[in-house]
């Protein structure tokens, strides 16, 4: 079964401080995308950072890293300084090659940032 | 980037009545269009998968007759919640892909805004 699983429900962290959100995956896909996106109180869902199954080094997006380890299946989500702003639910998902487009969800993380 | 646009952003209807949201994408041709529902504090929950000028396919659970979903061009289509109930109140989200001709991430999806609907 392809499944996402995201185990810290909650996160406080100090800002300024580097975070680490837990993600780890199964699929027996040889070809497929993890992602990761940021939803604020408003809704919206906010793309943050991709990692291909096949990509040799990983991914990075300004203060966005992604911790990929492909043996491990796990695809952990680096934040680093973090600001007031981060201060939102954190959803990794995943995208078989065959799956027509369609992510498999994990249960999102909720991470807020202390003053 | 791409963009998606999501109308209405917040509806409030009384129970018995149907809505229709609409969801666009601004700036590239969609050839799959998701509608996911999200409860307070859940992830999203996938409802069906369109594909423009084909009829939509459901997720087991999601009843087709009640949440009626239209791709009627590639930068269109609309969910229609018909009959509502207050249970139906959620958080629903339409995202888009332009597939594999002009995506640079390939499974990217594009997310509208939103739409917050409450049935009294």
Redesign the interface.
């Known amino acids: 079964a392809q499944k996402i699983t995201q185990t810290q429900p909650g996160m406080f962290v100090q800002e300024k401080e580097a975070v680490t959100l837990d993600c780890t995956y199964d699929t027996s896909d040889p070809s497929y995308?993890l992602?990761w996106?940021k939803q604020p109180s408003?809704?919206?869902?906010i793309?943050l950072i991709?990692q291909?199954s096949y990509d040799q080094q990983n991914a990075t997006e300004g203060r966005y890293s992604l911790n990929f380890q492909k043996a491990r299946k796990s695809a952990n989500l680096v934040i680093s300084a973090s600001q007031l702003g981060d201060s939102a639910m954190y959803?990794c998902a995943m995208?078989p090659?065959d799956?027509?487009?369609?992510?498999i969800?994990?249960?999102?993380t909720?991470l807020i940032i202390k003053p | 980037g791409a963009v998606v646009s999501q109308h209405p952003s917040r509806v409030i209807c009384k129970s018995g009545t149907s809505v229709k949201i609409e969801c666009r994408s601004l700036d590239f041709q969609a050839t799959t269009m998701f509608w996911y529902r999200q409860f307070p504090k859940q992830s999203l929950m996938l409802m069906a998968t369109s594909n423009e000028g084909s009829k939509a396919t459901y997720e087991q659970g999601v009843e087709k007759d009640k949440f009626l979903i239209n791709h009627a061009s590639l930068t269109l289509s609309t969910l229609t919640v018909t009959s509502a109930h207050p249970e139906d109140s959620s958080f629903y989200i339409c995202s888009a892909t332009p597939g594999t001709s002009g995506g640079t991430i390939y499974n990217e999806q594009f997310f509208g805004p939103g739409t917050r609907l409450t049935v009294l």
Not at chain 1, 42 to 45: A, L, N, T
């Open positions: 995308g992602f996106y408003s809704g919206e869902m793309f991709y291909g959803f995208s090659m799956s027509n487009y369609q992510l969800w994990g249960a999102g909720k």
